[in-house]
């Protein structure tokens, strides 16, 4: 995951959550018909909210940063899922 877009070293973190995040939500041959999140939390999981990790995605800009003419928006990278959000990366401030 880190490699496929030249992402540094130091988001190996973010990769295995992700990682993490995607393997506890599909099934495997151990438990057939049920994720091991299901198991856990007793809910149905929710797929509908993945999309594509490594995608690049048009962010708008936080209220603090823009103005009637400044940008309205950010171009950031899909690294992650959280509980509902998206983990969203900017390459240019190296910051999520």
Same mark, same amino acid.
């Given at each position: 995951?880190?490699?496929a877009r030249d992402l540094p070293l130091d988001l &190996?973190?973010?990769?295995?959550?992700c990682a993490?995040?995607?393997l506890n939500r599909?099934? @495997?041959?151990?438990?057939?018909?049920?994720?091991?999140?299901?198991?856990?939390?007793?809910?149905?999981?929710?797929i509908g909210s993945f999309e594509g990790?490594?995608?690049? &995605?048009i962010c708008p800009c936080s209220r603090s940063i823009k103005n009637k003419i400044g940008k309205k @928006?950010?171009?950031?990278?899909?690294?992650?899922?959280?509980?509902t959000n998206y983990?969203?990366?900017d390459m240019n401030k190296?910051?999520?």
């Open positions: 995951m880190l490699y &190996w973190a973010e990769a295995v959550n993490v995040y995607i599909t099934s @495997s041959s151990q438990t057939p018909g049920k994720t091991p999140y299901e198991l856990w939390n007793g809910t149905e999981t929710r990790v490594r995608q690049y &995605w @928006s950010e171009k950031m990278l899909l690294i992650g899922y959280d509980n983990r969203m990366y190296r910051d999520n």
